[in-house]
């Protein structure tokens, strides 16, 4: 099942366990971050069955340093596993404070893009309420609920720092080989729209508190012979990247 997933698990992709795997965007802003804003494809992707994988979409805002322990990220997107007990997928986790009966927190994503048919997205909006430290959700312009200030030490009283974008997945080699578990569409960045995922639009607050659309930033990818993403501008989706892969294949052993 795609689940809305919403999470504080101290886990980014440069500081992620082993056997996670990404392709991402980033952008590094020393003067902080108070909110990201983009728009993301909803795809169904498969994962290896038999295994305690995942294979996630998602927003990360980043504080702190990777060395300390006290590390702290907000992150937001869609999941697709095969057990339930990655971080916190539903309301019965602490900490996040739901405010409108709209959108369940747990639910569902429906309906799903398809390999050259419909797409699907949604766009997801994470921000600061710099008066009393909350960090604010939004889906589709629907105000879902707030992380408050009392969960975080860096960021309770200051901004993110770093910004993250994209897919990440459990590589767990269980049958002596990569992953069969996709990424996205489970299709390579370079296939496009309409057969790969996508992140569009991608917007940053900065640390005057103005809405910003991203100019530039850098693509991550740990594995690309198994995954991929590939960056682009245009008038209407502004910048944004396509990303995913299948996993286990020819050059992905």
């Known amino acids: 099942m795609v689940r809305a997933t919403l999470f504080n698990r101290g886990t980014v992709p440069y500081a992620a366990e082993e056997g996670h795997e990404y392709a991402i965007g980033e952008v590094v802003y020393l003067r902080g971050v108070y909110g990201t804003a983009a728009t993301m494809s909803v795809w169904n992707p498969s994962v290896e069955h038999g295994t305690h994988e995942f294979s996630l979409s998602q927003i990360w805002l980043v504080a702190g340093h990777y060395n ?3 590390l702290n990220t907000i992150e937001a997107g869609w999941q697709r596993d095969t057990y339930q007990n990655t971080g916190c997928l539903n309301l019965e986790c602490p900490g996040f404070v739901q405010v409108t009966s709209e959108f369940a927190i747990g639910s569902a994503f429906a309906p799903t893009s398809s390999y050259g048919g419909s797409q699907y997205d949604v766009t997801m909006f994470i921000w600061k309420d710099t008066n009393d430290g909350n960090w604010w959700l939004s889906i589709d312009s629907i105000v879902i609920g707030y992380w408050p200030a009392r969960l975080f030490t860096h960021l309770a009283h200051g901004p993110a720092k770093l910004v993250q974008w994209g897919g990440e997945v459990v590589n767990s080699r269980s049958y002596g080989q ?11 960045a370079e296939e496009g729209y309409g057969k790969a995922g996508f992140f569009r639009n991608l917007k940053i607050i900065d640390y005057l508190s103005y809405m910003q659309p991203v100019q530039e930033f850098v693509l991550q990818t740990k594995n690309p012979t198994c995954y991929t993403a590939k960056k682009g501008y245009s008038e209407e989706w502004g910048s944004h990247f396509y990303y995913g892969g299948p996993g286990y294949n020819a050059l992905c052993p």
């Open 178 to 188: 990569h992953t069969t578990t996709q990424m996205g569409s489970g299709h390579f």
């Open 68 to 70: 300390e322990s006290d």
